[in-house]
């Protein structure tokens, strides 16, 4: 789905978070992303040296539900969170870790206690020094908050000791793979506890402190935000080429929903970069002057999600024929418009810890082998063409978000799942509707993206039973996946966390609890006055300090 996606809080490789550890001793369990990390960049032609000054404006689809790191899971907050907020370590673009507001780290011999020395210097946009006490109480705040969507993530965290204000020091219950990975997601970002509690519950709404290469100025809702840069910049990561203050003077980020309106902005030139450009726009704005499409790997996949709790789709016969019933390069070609590859699993092959066995285990299109699962279920052919059983018709209630390519991946499924008896019911909401209405449970079947880094960032973030409602919105809890994601997080054996991460993608291709769709490409609009583009498979366009305006 087009900038509709999630980010779970290991990118979540991810979404989705995504690596190997640099300045820094090896850990005695290496992460999981450190196995086989993929390529994460896609570079666009850069002309001459760099130029300071101007506003990029940047055109969004729709509007963040909050800029509170703690209690939101939205990609297009990660996107604005990365130029207001720093981490302590960022997952560089080969995938390996490097400083940020760390300088370097230290992991023990157990793998239990992680100590990080700070870099001086550092300030938050009010102007207060950033020392170790911000970390301290930026983790125990995310551990703390009630109901956060990514807590899970640094549930290990047993303590956080601040000795002195440029050391601090996590001990964990027990040793966790990916921790590292978690310091580098999206939510990780430090917090100063003088704003947020003064801000209150309007933190992330109103008022942003962060130590990033933008200062939060204002936010508009459903219109734009705005951002400063922070002249007093000078600790960038060696990741980037700029480390110090943006070239540009600030980011304007509009809230254009409506898919022709915000291209006409682009091309008129009022808009520099647009996220996530239509797929269906693409070849025609990659021949138009001016404006250039780049397209990216990403580790992406978009799916069809199922309640297992909600009849019909209890039954995970049903939920398999409508897998076997799914043709995937129609969508493919039809909604997606050549700019993916057909998903059958949830994991993308470049993932490290993939299942080679995936591809021979999960179903292929099949409509006869559909129907009959069907049939055994006890679904026989009804008025109208569609399945009946006990009076009832087999209706498909799906929730998707429009405007996105789900509204296109949605009309061709009611098409394709009506050749086997299916009728789908599709009601679209808008984003942030959505994401509400999904949090109560009454939804059955629905269209969303996940971005992830690990293998983590999709099998624990959406399959462990802890995980519901939401992110788990499958109500999919068993006890034998539960106890392999565990040990996938603590084993320091990896290969019995491949053996952990193979049983669970086994079994949640044997019950059908998702139906994959599209291994999505990324695109990126920019016209050619934008320089410096560079794009990252799971952070998008980062902190923004190497982009510039060529005059």
């Known amino acids: ?253 509009r809230i254009i929903p409506e898919d022709n309106t915000r291209l006409a902005e682009f091309q008129a030139g009022n808009v520099h970069l647009v996220q996530d450009v239509p797929q269906g726009d693409v070849e025609r704005l990659n021949t138009t002057p001016g404006v250039s499409i780049v397209k990216y790997d990403q580790l992406q996949t978009s799916y069809l999600g199922f309640n297992t709790r909600k009849p019909p789709f209890d039954d995970p016969r049903v939920r398999q024929a409508v897998n076997l019933a799914i043709n995937r390069d129609e ?40 129907g009959a699962l069907l049939d055994q279920a006890g679904w026989s052919p009804g008025t109208g063409g569609i399945r009946e059983k006990d009076a009832q018709q087999l209706i498909l209630p799906l929730w998707i978000i429009n405007p996105g390519t789900a509204v296109l991946q949605a009309q061709i499924l009611e098409q394709q799942l009506a050749k086997i008896g299916v009728k789908v019911d599709t009601k679209q909401y808008e984003q942030t509707a959505w994401f509400a209405a999904a949090r109560s449970g009454e939804q059955v079947g629905f269209i969303i993206g996940i971005f992830f880094e690990n293998p983590d960032g999709i099998l624990y973030f959406y399959f462990y039973s802890k995980q519901q409602p939401a992110p788990n919105r499958f109500s999919y809890a068993l006890p034998e996946v539960d106890r392999w994601l565990e040990d996938s997080r603590i084993n320091p054996d990896q290969n019995a966390v491949r053996q952990d991460y193979e049983n669970v993608q086994k079994k949640i291709i044997e019950d059908a609890v998702t139906a994959p769709l599209v291994h999505e490409l990324g695109t990126l609009g920019k016209v050619d006055a934008v320089q410096g583009v560079k794009v990252h498979a799971s952070r998008w366009l980062y902190r923004m300090t190497d982009l510039w305006l060529k005059k």
């Open 1 to 253: 789905m087009r900038g509709s996606g999630v980010l779970p809080a290991a990118v979540v490789f991810v979404v989705l978070s995504l690596l190997s550890v640099a300045c820094v001793p090896a850990p005695p369990a290496p992460s999981a992303t450190n196995a086989a990390a993929p390529a994460l960049s896609t570079t666009a032609a850069t002309a001459g040296a760099p130029q300071r000054g101007g506003t990029l404006v940047v055109a969004f689809n729709a509007d963040p539900e909050t800029l509170d790191p703690h209690i939101t899971t939205a990609l297009l907050a990660s996107r604005v969170l990365a130029l207001i907020h720093d981490n302590l370590i960022n997952r560089d673009y080969d995938g390996s870790f490097k400083p940020a507001l760390a300088e370097k780290w230290d992991i023990s011999s157990d793998g239990k206690v992680y100590t990080f020395t700070l870099k001086k210097g550092v300030k938050f946009h009010s102007g207060k020094d950033f020392s170790s006490a911000d970390v301290k109480y930026t983790f125990e705040r995310w551990l703390n908050t009630e109901k956060s969507p990514t807590s899970f993530a640094i549930k290990p965290i047993d303590k956080i000791e601040a000795p002195d204000p440029q050391t601090v020091r996590f001990t964990l219950k027990e040793p966790y793979n990916i921790f590292l990975d978690q310091l580098a997601g999206a939510w990780a970002v430090m917090l100063n506890q003088a704003t947020v509690d003064k801000a209150g519950s309007d933190y992330g709404i109103t008022v942003a402190d962060g130590t990033g290469p933008y200062k939060f100025v204002s936010w508009t809702r459903n219109q734009k935000i705005v951002l400063a840069r922070n002249d007093a910049y000078t600790w960038g990561s060696s990741m980037f080429q700029n480390q110090g203050p943006a070239y540009v003077d600030g980011v304007e980020i």
């Open 331 to 370: 969508i493919v070609t039809g909604a997606n418009f050549g700019l993916g590859a057909p998903a059958r699993t949830m994991l993308t092959p470049s993932t490290p810890f993939y299942w080679a066995g995936s591809d021979q285990a999960a179903p292929t299109f099949d409509t006869a082998k559909a």
